[in-house]
């Protein structure tokens, strides 16, 4: 133990002096469950500008609610893992409701998107076969290519035509090409059809991670692949997250019956970990509901993004093309993201500087993400202090 101390002693420096060093902010309290306001220790409020709750879910009291009378009857804990003990009602019936949300077969969950990803990848790719993934795939994706043993080739962002030329290149077989359906640094949609097109014609499999778009994407909420009118046909796996969108935790993937079985079986990631505790299948079920009965929240998350593209605009903010809740502003350099955050955190707002390894190099930004809890008046505070940060940027 001792004899390693100076080594990461010296990588944490080299960290802190490339502005790549990372900071936890301990949240002491919450102000009104539809609100994104926060407070720090001291009692220091900010809107918070950086979290996933796209629909204003994450606090909902009935979500809470159904946790806490789930715990009262099933313990907070599940003390087992699935195929043991672990697999309760509330599981079960989570996974018939994300199967009919989605449109398939079946649905299984897991504790975690990250784990997800691992138990697809290796499932469905190894050794001397090819993988695919878009240059700015989730880091899960990444790892589960890794673990799968698989040859891991990366297209240039959201270009089908790049993925097609890999899928044909000499050597071994693709076997997959996974992608984000909506980038969660970026906000954009991955190329669907067009990859969807391409995986089909050389039989490999097309896995999408909608860890972003459920719940947010599409006429009813169904993700990217509503948006551009795909099926099970043309996307046979999906994958996504209950932590984002849907206010609570965990995830599932979908598909066909075979493809779930498959995973029960093998997966690594599903087979040797305690089951999610059944509170929060209970606190989900609720979510789903919710966002089927107020389909306002994601009429209103949407309509605050394009307010805050519009304004955005009007201030001289630097925009990208994305048109989901996620808004990155894009600032280049470590320091200079880390500066403009620093500045809106002194005007009460709370936007996290995203640095490299989670984007690349000189691309460092502030990921502004919208709520269906933020108020008009908080967005147009945004844009204001956004555009100061931004001329200041500038002149730096
Ligand atoms: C957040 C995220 C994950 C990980 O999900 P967790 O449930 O938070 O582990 C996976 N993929 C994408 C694209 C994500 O944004």
Redesign the pocket.
């Known amino acids: 133990m001792k004899r390693a101390a100076p080594a990461l002693e010296a990588a944490l420096s080299r960290l802190a002096q490339r502005q790549l060093q990372r900071q936890r902010t301990t949240v002491e309290a919450f102000a009104a469950p539809d609100s994104r306001v926060v407070a720090l220790a001291g009692g220091r409020e900010l809107i918070d500008f950086s979290s996933?709750d796209y629909l204003g879910l994450a606090r909902h009291p009935a979500l809470a609610a159904a946790m806490s009378a789930c715990a009262a009857r099933a313990g907070a804990g599940s003390a087992a893992s699935h195929l043991v003990t672990g697999h309760g009602a509330e599981h079960e019936r989570l996974e018939e409701e994300l199967a009919a949300f989605t449109g398939r077969e079946r649905a299984l969950l897991f504790s975690?998107?990250?784990?997800?990803?691992l138990a697809v990848m290796s499932a469905l790719a190894g050794r001397g076969e090819r993988v695919l993934l878009d240059r700015l795939?989730?880091a899960?994706?990444i790892d589960g290519a890794l673990l799968s043993g698989a040859l891991l080739r990366r297209y240039r962002h959201a270009d089908a035509p790049a993925a097609a030329r890999l899928l044909d290149a000499d050597g071994a077989r693709t076997a997959l090409i996974a992608t984000?359906g909506v980038?969660?640094m970026d906000g954009d949609l991955a190329p669907l059809p067009q990859l969807s097109r391409a995986a089909c014609a050389r039989d490999a499999w097309l896995v999408v991670?909608d860890?972003?778009g459920l719940g947010v994407v599409g006429a009813s909420g169904r993700g990217a692949l509503e948006h551009f009118g795909l099926g099970a046909e043309e996307v046979p796996v999906l994958?996504g997250?209950?932590?984002?969108a849907f206010g609570s935790?965990?995830?599932f993937v979908a598909g066909g019956a075979d493809l779930i079985e498959y995973l029960i079986q093998t997966a690594r990631t599903y087979i040797y970990t305690t089951a999610l505790p059944q509170p929060v299948a209970a606190a989900t079920r609720r979510a789903l509901a919710l966002a089927h009965t107020e389909s306002w929240r994601r009429e209103r998350v949407l309509s605050l993004t394009a307010r805050f593209r519009r304004h955005a605009r009007e201030a001289q903010v630097p925009l990208t093309g994305s048109g989901t809740p996620i808004q990155p502003v894009v600032l280049g350099s470590a320091a200079a993201a880390l500066a403009a955050q620093r500045q809106l955190q002194e005007a009460g707002l709370w936007v996290v500087a995203i640095r490299p390894p989670s984007v690349p190099q000189g691309s460092a930004r502030l990921r502004v993400t919208l709520s269906a809890a933020h108020t008009e008046a908080q967005v147009d505070e945004l844009v204001a202090q956004l555009a100061r940060a931004c001329a200041r940027s500038a002149q730096a």
């Open positions: 996933n975690t998107g990250y784990m997800a990803n795939s989730h899960s994706l984000d980038f969660s991670d860890a972003h994958i997250t209950l932590g984002k935790f965990g995830a």
